[in-house]
């Protein structure tokens, strides 16, 4: 089995900023693609930024230019850098990986979340 966890969520203030972690464990042959999003309360979830194997990325254009996705495959972990936070920002934030686990197939995983809250 593959697990996500996410860390790095809590609560600041506009302007500030948080870095989100993502580390990917279990039996783990192989992780392509590895994703944040969010869901808000009353919306839909949502992609922030993904990043390919080879290190391409797209972001949603809200996040353009504040937000930075990055991993580490060493580590199996993909992060989120978040700076000038806006309050509209808040929101439950997943991590995503597309894995192929050993003696399974390629699917994609979800993390539990981690709550990011940004005061006005």
């Known amino acids: 089995q593959v697990q996500l966890v996410e860390s790095g969520g809590g609560l600041v203030q506009a302007g500030g900023s948080l870095r989100l972690s993502c580390a990917a464990s279990?039996?783990?042959?192989?992780?392509?693609?590895m994703g944040w999003y969010r869901q808000a309360p009353g919306k839909q979830r949502e992609l922030v930024a993904a990043?390919?194997?080879?290190?391409?990325?797209n972001y949603a254009d809200s996040v353009k230019g504040r937000f930075t996705i990055s991993r580490d495959n060493t580590k199996n972990t993909v992060y989120l850098q978040m700076n000038s936070l806006k309050p509209e920002d808040t929101a439950v934030y997943y991590c995503?990986?597309?894995?192929?686990?050993?003696?399974?197939?390629?699917?994609?995983?979800w993390g539990k979340g981690t709550l990011v809250t940004i005061s006005s």
């Open positions: 995503n990986a597309y894995v192929y686990a050993f003696g399974a197939e390629w699917r994609n995983y």
């Open positions: 279990g039996s783990i042959a192989s992780i392509k693609g």
């Open positions: 990043i390919r194997s080879d290190g391409s990325t």
